[in-house]
């Protein structure tokens, strides 16, 4: 059962090592699971996830693994290495417990006050219950039955016991993991604004330049070790942010849909004080004569002007989705936009953008798999592209910063 475990959380894309589940393994020999699925949902889940954005994914691989289990009090026997202490259970108890009678819901509080005995204590309750039982029981809380708040039967409401036949109704941690809290933490999700600045973050370069003002402290520990504790104070040029950042944006016709998602972007990327300088422009299905310094595209900006303007430092986005008529691009006069129809094919545009800048990417809000698509593939031979999600944002700023 584990080892299926092991599986589906990869096959879910939990990235799950050999040490992460031998650790957990060990975990389990030592019966830190308590014998209690709730309890290794949150052990395996702190062992061997190793970031909040793999929660979602985790869910989904322990829901798969374990709801459809018929038999709970098996998972318990395995946690605790008690399937052989288990007594025959005969026919007859069964047929009782096959047709539950529900009892009425319990509130949190309720539930409180119902006693807890330890699973040893619950074993040896349970055998003596199977030897004096003699008919059946339901709505009790006493005998093996249904319904009711006996620690032994199903289809009731206990806080500690032993299921016997049915079909467990309460594991928490199912429906935790059926809840899926944490599906806005999936990195392959789209982004909000937090999460863009956290990955713009990471453009942020550092140089030294100016005078030397700025304390080292650890060469200033260093050099004091050295001089067998005689201070000696050693000073460095401060550290200035050198990155320069151009966002490019398509707006309107087929990206209506995504104005929210590059709102959002270009919030995070305007709000960010990790960059020594940062502009933005936006243009309509592909760049042309013009780009425009409005969303509305009501003030235009020469396109030539604006490649004299940045020099080749600049790290640039461009987003859009890059679906569009093929001849929007290859064919002089082809822009669909009465103000941009120019005479050089956007096309011709576009590389130019490309050979003028050093480090430049397009962010794609469509999914990878429509990327075929004949402008789209066009697009793609001239720029680096990636999905506008986090792991795709998070390989575009590799890409800018010449770490791919």
Request: net charge negative; glycine share 6%; aromatic share 12%.
């Amino acid at each position: 059962m584990f080892i299926d475990f092991f599986y589906t959380l990869r096959r879910n894309g939990v990235p799950v090592s050999i040490t992460e589940w031998m650790t957990l393994t060990e975990a389990l020999s030592r019966g830190l699971a308590d014998s209690s699925l709730d309890t290794f949902y949150y052990l395996a889940r702190s062992i061997l996830v190793k970031s909040e954005s793999y929660y979602d994914h985790y869910d989904l691989a322990f829901e798969e693994c374990f709801n459809g289990i018929e038999n709970y009090d098996r998972i318990r026997a395995k946690l605790r290495g008690l399937s052989e202490e288990f007594p025959e259970i005969r026919e007859e108890l069964l047929n009782w417990l096959r047709d539950p009678i529900n009892s009425a819901y319990l509130s949190e509080e309720e539930l409180q006050k119902l006693p807890k005995m330890e699973l040893g204590e619950l074993i040896e309750l349970f055998m003596k219950r199977l030897a004096e039982q003699m008919g059946r029981h339901d709505g009790g809380s006493k005998w093996i039955g249904t319904g009711g708040t006996s620690p032994f039967g199903n289809a009731g409401q206990n806080p500690a016991g032993i299921r016997v036949g049915g079909t467990s109704r309460n594991r928490s941690a199912i429906k935790i993991a059926h809840q899926r809290k944490y599906q806005n933490l999936r990195s392959d999700l789209t982004l909000d604004v937090r999460q863009i600045k956290v990955a713009l973050k990471r453009l942020r370069l550092l140089s030294k330049s100016g005078p030397e003002d700025e304390l080292d402290l650890e060469e200033t520990i260093d050099q004091t070790c050295k001089n067998a504790g005689e201070i000696e104070l050693v000073f460095t040029k401060g550290r200035k942010n050198v990155i320069k950042l151009l966002l490019l944006m398509d707006v309107g016709g087929s990206m209506n849909p995504y104005a929210q998602l590059c709102s959002r972007l270009f919030s995070a990327a305007n709000s960010s004080s990790h960059f020594k300088d940062f502009k933005y422009y936006y243009f309509h299905n592909s760049i042309y004569e013009h780009l425009y310094t409005d969303m509305a595209r009501r003030e235009r900006f020469l396109t030539e002007d604006f490649l004299r303007r940045f020099d080749r430092e600049y790290r640039v986005i461009i987003v859009g989705d890059a679906w569009m008529a093929p001849s929007e691009l290859v064919n002089r006069y082809g822009a669909v936009d009465y103000d941009d129809v120019c005479e050089t094919p956007g096309i011709i545009w576009l590389k130019r953008m490309r050979d003028h800048f050093d480090h430049i990417v397009w962010l794609n809000p469509e999914k990878r798999d429509i990327w075929d698509r004949k402008s789209i593939a066009m697009i793609r031979e001239i720029f680096p592209m990636f999905e506008l999600t986090l792991d795709g944002l998070d390989d575009a700023v590799k890409e800018l910063i010449g770490r791919r």
